[in-house]
């Protein structure tokens, strides 16, 4: 079970509209999503480059998971998602070889995408997701 690529890169922002300018009049690349994820506390923005897309994060709540990460390290990179065939799979193989999870289970993501989150502290500080159809 390997990623076939990577899905999306997610980026805490502290200003979603102004992060999605740069991207677009900048980069010249097309905001084609807006979500708000209830449960993430977040709302997020999407664009594709290639087969992947960059999803930018911005928190609804001040306590939210992405209103934590920017107090603590600033904006920034937040998460590196990989595309997996079956989520539930991946993590389940994730757990196997000793891998602290963040979700047991997969869940509903953005763009009714299955997901799942690996600890940091077992994936050498980069907040790792897993990120596909089932
Ligand atoms: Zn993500």
Redesign the pocket.
């Known amino acids: 079970m390997k990623p076939t690529h990577i899905?999306?890169i997610?980026i805490a922002v502290e200003d979603l509209e102004m992060a999605i300018s740069y991207y677009r009049d900048v980069l010249g690349l097309e905001c084609y999503a807006v979500e708000e994820i209830e449960d993430q506390k977040v709302k997020t923005a999407f664009f594709k480059v290639g087969d992947t897309k960059i999803?930018l994060?911005e928190s609804t709540d001040r306590e939210g998971p992405v209103a934590r990460f920017i107090e603590k390290r600033g904006p920034g990179v937040h998460?590196i998602?990989f595309a997996m065939e079956n989520v539930g799979e991946a993590l389940n193989n994730a757990r196997e070889k000793g891998i602290r999870l963040i979700d047991s289970q997969p869940r509903k993501?953005?763009e009714g995408l299955q997901?799942g989150f690996l600890h940091p502290k077992s994936t050498f500080g980069v907040l790792m997701?897993f990120?596909g159809k089932k």
């Open positions: 899905e999306h997610g999803e994060l998460h998602a993501g953005a997901i997701e990120c």
